[in-house]
Structures are given as structure tokens and as C-alpha cells.
């Protein structure tokens, strides 16, 4: 079947440091492949998406790469700030029925 | 503001009881997408509808049911409320079905007493 396993929180960094999420998935065809990130009391919101092999997604300095051939599809960011904390949600999404398919989500705390 | 709507904001209500959840999706969005966040399960899809019908089904128990109306706004009923059914349900709703990113409403927290 279809699922997306990612790394499990809580991860909590200092402001300008490196950040990495992992994501990996499983499908059983080619997914469409998005980061949501959640802030405090709000809904998900779309941060990157990635269709097809080799295409990275980027905004807000966010950045993923979707690799088939290790079915990954990691979240990185250079500096963090506090206003980043959040949680981080991968996902996909096969080209019939659009069903998303969640990660349990990670948790981010940037502390000043 | 992504421009789906979800009321009420919050609902509390006691075991045993019936609530209805509604969700208005985008202009022109014919997806309809429920979703169940807790803490401890995290977050479940539950059941999708495009243009009216019902397209996929995930973890939604049967004393839960939703359906879509036809100007597209979408309603989700909880029956038999149990204590565990106290979580954020979100609503989400997308353009179509393929490849389609789905724009999330801001969520109505249930709390069963």
C-alpha cells in the first residue's frame, strides 16, 4: 500500500541552525510528494510540493528533493528561525482519487 | 486565509450526543476532504467527496457519516459521541482529484464530556 514514514520528533534547535526532516514513502505507483507545516492553533498549510523524480520544492528557504531511488523526500532548511516552529507534516498523493497520505508529523521548536 | 471555512470553531458536548460539523471549500473546489487530529493518533483521513459523491474512504467509524450537498458545502456528522472522539477535525478541500494540493480550513475542536 501507500504511507509515509517520517522521523519523529520533538526536535528542537537553536535559531540560524541546519534543519533536517526525513521523510520516506512507500507507493505503489509515482506519488506527488508535499511538506504541510501546522503552526500553533491553525490548520496545515501547503509549504512545498515535488511531482515527479528529481524535482525539488522550495519556499520560505525550505527546501526538498524527491528521490526515487531512495524513495525520500527530506525537508532541509540552512537557518531556522523561532518563528519557523512548527509541525511538519509529509505527504503524498497518487495520481488517482487524490488521496493524501500523512506522516504522523514532526514537532519544531527554535529557540532564540 | 485559504479560503475553506469550517463552523463551528469550537464544540463541546456530552457522551452519547449527535453534533454536526460544516465545512465550506474553495470557490471553484470540487474535493471535499475530512480529516481527524488527535494526540494520540495523530492525523487520520476519514472520508473524501468530489462533486457530490463519495470517492474514497479511510479510518471513518460507522457512527460517523458525511456527505456533500450540491453547491459543494460538505457536512460531517458524529453520532454517539464517545469520550475519544474529543479531537481537531479538519476539513480540506482541492480542485479535482489528481495531483491536487488540498488547502486545509483552520479545524472545529470537539470536546465530548
Known amino acids: 500500500g501507500n504511507s509515509v514514514t517520517q522521523m519523529e520528533g520533538p526536535v528542537t534547535l537553536s535559531e540560524e541552525a541546519f534543519l533536517t526532516i526525513n521523510c520516506t514513502y512507500t507507493?505503489?505507483?509515482?506519488?506527488?510528494l508535499f511538506w504541510y507545516v501546522q503552526y500553533p492553533g491553525e490548520g496545515l498549510q501547503l509549504l512545498l510540493k515535488?511531482?515527479?523524480?528529481?524535482d525539488k520544492g522550495s519556499n520560505k528557504g525550505f527546501e526538498a528533493t524527491y528521490r526515487k531511488e531512495t524513495t525520500s523526500f527530506h525537508l532541509e532548511k540552512g537557518s531556522v528561525q523561532v518563528s519557523d516552529s512548527a509541525v511538519y507534516f509529509c505527504?503524498?498523493?497518487?495520481?488517482?482519487?487524490?488521496?493524501?497520505?500523512f506522516g504522523t508529523g514532526t514537532s519544531l521548536t527554535v529557540i532564540p | 486565509d485559504s479560503g475553506v471555512t469550517q463552523t463551528p470553531k469550537h464544540l463541546i458536548t456530552a457522551t452519547g450526543q449527535r453534533v454536526t460539523l460544516r465545512c465550506s471549500p474553495r470557490?471553484?473546489?470540487?474535493?471535499v476532504y475530512w480529516y481527524q487530529q488527535s494526540l494520540d493518533q495523530g492525523l487520520q483521513f476519514l472520508i473524501q467527496?468530489?462533486?457530490?459523491?463519495?470517492?474514497a474512504k479511510g479510518n471513518i467509524l460507522e457512527r460517523f457519516s458525511a456527505q456533500q450537498f450540491p453547491d459543494l458545502h460538505s457536512e460531517l456528522n458524529l453520532s454517539s459521541l464517545e469520550l475519544g472522539d474529543s479531537a481537531l477535525y479538519f476539513c480540506?478541500?482541492?480542485?479535482?482529484?489528481?495531483?491536487?494540493?488540498?488547502?486545509f480550513g483552520p479545524g472545529t475542536r470537539l470536546t465530548v464530556l
Open positions: 480540506a478541500s482541492s480542485e479535482g482529484t489528481v495531483y491536487n494540493e488540498q488547502f
Open positions: 507507493a505503489t505507483g509515482y506519488p506527488s
Open positions: 515535488a511531482t515527479k523524480a528529481d
Open positions: 505527504a503524498l498523493s497518487m495520481n488517482t482519487g487524490n488521496q493524501f497520505y
Open positions: 470557490s471553484g473546489d470540487l474535493s
Open positions: 467527496y468530489y462533486n457530490g459523491e463519495e470517492r
